[in-house]
């Protein structure tokens, strides 16, 4: 755990934004080392050498992002996107089968069940997903923060609801990964994108199976998914990964080569100090919002404040140097560890002006 100063002296070392950058929830900043590394990469291929340390580099955010899971580096697949991972549970499904899910939910987290056309699939309102898990629920799929307002679901009672009825359970952390900590080994599959919170770049994105797989069909699977990928490059795969890695996909290389860092950075800092950041930095400017008469969704403990009515602020803010997001037409403020209380406080004095 970082004392105050020293997290402070690693963010400012890392991160320069230009402006008052409010909106990780859309995309997290790059830090400086991340940045490096890509410049490095893309010289690494410029120049003809071998891509062995990027194709290390990817072996090495696997097993951050496991460590951030709280899983087995054998329990991770990287890929390039939560809808392709999502993709993949919903092709293992029987025809006939349900499907809960939150009302609203990012779309990635719900699609591929959708465009199945054979799958049935129930929507609630996420304050009531544990309870609506029923007696025939297959797969229970929600978000673990919301994209739209930052809502935090109880993921405790989800779990005991879905164990108590043999529901299997899907949580996104995209949202989440990053400052809320995780714990992937209580749910059977979970997913995330890196470039939020966790600050990587676009183009990577991480799927945790079960140890036996969950029944799971490798439906994407090429050559990296191969027990011996480059035994692998031509006709069918002979032998499957014995791990997680037979749900890879091909993985863009420089992505890897600075999420690396990216996730170097989270764990120096530790995931509980930048939740006890974000989270202050959030409840302070829900304080302030209620000083200005203003009333936000409630999500108690969420680093994501959504405010009904402002989203048409969005634009004016933008041009003030203030970016946040319009989301179904609330204002959305996300906080990382980049943030300070002077930002807090300009986005509310921007407000009451």
């Known amino acids: ?22 909106n990780t929830a859309s995309n997290g900043l790059l830090p400086a080392r991340t ?41 991770v697949a990287v890929g390039a996107s939560v809808a392709a991972h999502t993709g993949v549970i919903a092709a293992s499904l029987p025809a006939g089968a349900e499907v809960l899910t939150a009302e609203d939910d990012f779309t990635s987290v ?15 309102p996420l304050e009531r997903i544990a309870e609506s898990v029923r007696p025939g629920t297959a797969l229970v799929a929600v978000s673990a923060a919301q994209s739209a307002d930052g809502r935090v679901a109880d993921l405790a009672a989800l779990r005991e609801a879905a164990r108590e009825h043999d529901a299997r359970t899907y949580v996104d952390f995209s949202q989440s990964a990053g400052w809320l900590p995780m714990a992937a080994d209580a749910f059977d599959f979970s997913a995330s994108v890196s470039f939020k919170w966790l600050l990587g770049p676009h183009g990577a994105a991480f799927l945790v199976v079960p140890e036996d797989f969950g029944g799971l ?25 014995r791990s997680a ?44 919002l209620a000083d200005l008469g203003h ?47 002077d930002d807090v406080d300009r986005l509310l004095g921007a407000l009451a002006g």
Request: glycine share 8%.
């Open 217 to 241: 069909t490798p439906v994407l699977a090429g050559w990296v998914a191969g027990e011996a990928p480059w035994d692998s490059c031509y006709g069918p795969v002979q032998e499957l990964a």
């Open 245 to 288: 890695r037979r749900f890879d996909l091909t993985p863009a290389l420089f992505t890897f080569a600075g999420l690396r860092r990216s996730l170097e950075l989270i764990e120096e800092l530790g995931v509980e100090a930048v939740h006890a950041h974000d989270v202050a930095l959030a409840d302070r400017f829900r304080a302030g």
């Open 35 to 75: 940045v490096a590394a890509l410049h490095e990469a893309a010289v690494l291929r410029a120049e003809g050498r071998p891509l062995t340390p990027l194709h290390e580099d990817v072996e090495a955010c696997r097993a951050a992002y496991a460590r951030l899971a709280g899983v087995p580096a054998a329990r």
């Open 1 to 22: 755990m970082e004392t105050t100063q020293t997290f402070d002296r690693l963010v400012r070392a890392e991160f320069a934004p230009r402006s008052t950058y409010l």
């Open 295 to 341: 009333t936000p969704v409630p999500a108690p403990g969420s680093a994501i404040v959504s405010v009904p009515g402002l989203g048409s602020r969005q634009g004016g803010l933008s041009r003030a140097g203030i970016e946040v997001s319009d989301r179904a037409g609330n204002l959305r403020a996300a906080f990382h560890l980049y943030n300070t209380t």
């Open 110 to 124: 719900l699609n591929p069940f959708h465009v199945r056309g054979d799958l049935k699939v129930r929507a609630v």
